[in-house]
């Protein structure tokens, strides 16, 4: 999975508007890493210091090796640059047939890209996202307006990936694709929960019944549904 | 200025001032210097960075085809200062407390209301611009003056999609025309005195001052 030399460094970093901030002094290496926290924690802010889309007040963020980096916003609209799907999809550089079939949607390339309900959008953009490679891939509330089945399939995508360094940052609590690290940010300050799986047991925003099954006894070895199951399932540790 | 009364008014007399002479524009640009936060007023310094290359370049016409291109460019730079004072000190509801207050609940209201709609959507447009390059930039897309036409074509299928759920939003609500709102204004010292120099500016700029006085017999 590793690959040599790409490395995301933020140093000191700090962000804050008024009665709210931020503190972030962490490295991350290639892999996927989940970064939770509560509305409002800072998430998207981090997320766009560490595409370069914002200046830390303090610290500095650098890119190792790192040529190719995506951030994926929350709301997908905000990436529209075509006026009709196919105009979309050439925008990333890619066909439009077979990004409307990934994306599963019932439209054509002639459909206005912005008539597209929230859900199908994201459907789009993220097909758009995911066919591509970067060195560093943001993907901000990726599960944001999608139903569990198509939660499902893109963190099969995600899970897919095998190189350069994906960072998701989410609240999400119910569907995950295979992670390798956790974060999370607490109290203002984004804190290294580790690697999987011993990251569990110190993950404070980990669904309850990943908490409840590490309770139990039986940690799950991995977040994905099956990772899940296999543990809710296990007779013995 | 508090007072969007004397903040309109004295923005409107003092375009035209600016507009008809250099003088004009000189004393605008003093006003603009004495009551307003002057450059901390400035919120969207990219888009008036840009309307200035605008009029840079129509100077740079009438300058050639044997005009006063410089004086063109003096005018119309002190009229952006006062129109970005306006923006930046315009707040939600300030046209429809104004418009009821100028022409009553029915017209007023509704003329205010599309004045506070147009000004939401200038706002919208200037971010949605904003958006536009972020996203074309991460796309690995050069930006420059051929982006501007994409851009422009999105921005302004955007605006009309986003006018028409406006006006789906109030149709559903039950709006069919008119309104009823009681403006109630907040009118400092600092205000009627910078409104009362911007109509002295204005008077200024359009009546030559020997008509004032009797400088010589």
Known sequence: MEVAGLKLVLSHVTAGYPRWSLAADCVFLPGIHLVSGDVGSGKSTLALMMAGLRTPESGTVIREGISQVMLSFQFPEFHVTGLTVAEECRSWGLLSDEIIRSAGIDVTGETPALSLSRGELKRLHLACVLARNYDLLLLDEPFSSLDCAEKEKICRKISSRSSGITVIFTHEQSVFPHVDHIWEILEGRLVDCGNMPGAIEHWQHAPALVKKLTLAGRTPHELTPEGIREAACRTQE | ?217
């Open chain 2, 1 to 217: 200025m508090q007072d969007p009364r004397i903040r309109l008014l004295s923005a409107f007399l003092l375009s035209l001032a600016a507009f008809v002479s250099i003088a004009g524009a000189v004393f605008v640009f003093i006003w603009w210097l004495v009551f307003t936060p002057r450059w901390h007023c400035i919120r969207h310094r990219t888009a008036l960075c840009s309307a200035f290359v605008l009029f840079l370049i129509v100077a740079v016409v009438i300058y050639i085809t044997g005009g006063d291109g410089l004086s063109y460019l003096v005018r119309m730079a002190v009229i952006l200062l006062v129109g970005s004072w306006v923006f930046s000190e315009s707040c939600t509801g300030d046209f429809i407390s104004l418009g009821t207050w100028l022409l009553g609940n029915r017209t007023g209201f509704e003329t205010g209301m599309i004045a506070g709609m147009a000004m939401q959507m200038a706002t919208d447009i200037s971010d949605d611009f904003y958006r536009i390059r972020i996203a074309s930039r991460l796309k690995g897309h050069s930006w420059g003056i051929h982006s501007i036409v994409p851009a422009g074509r999105v921005i302004i299928d955007d605006a009309i999609r986003r006018a028409d759920e406006t006006a789906e939003v109030l149709a559903m609500r039950g709006y069919r025309n008119g309104g009823t709102i009681c403006p109630h204004f907040h009118t400092s010292r600092c205000d009627i005195i910078a409104g009362c120099c911007a109509v002295v500016i204005f008077i200024l700029a359009y009546v030559h001052v020997s008509e004032f006085f009797i400088l010589y017999r």
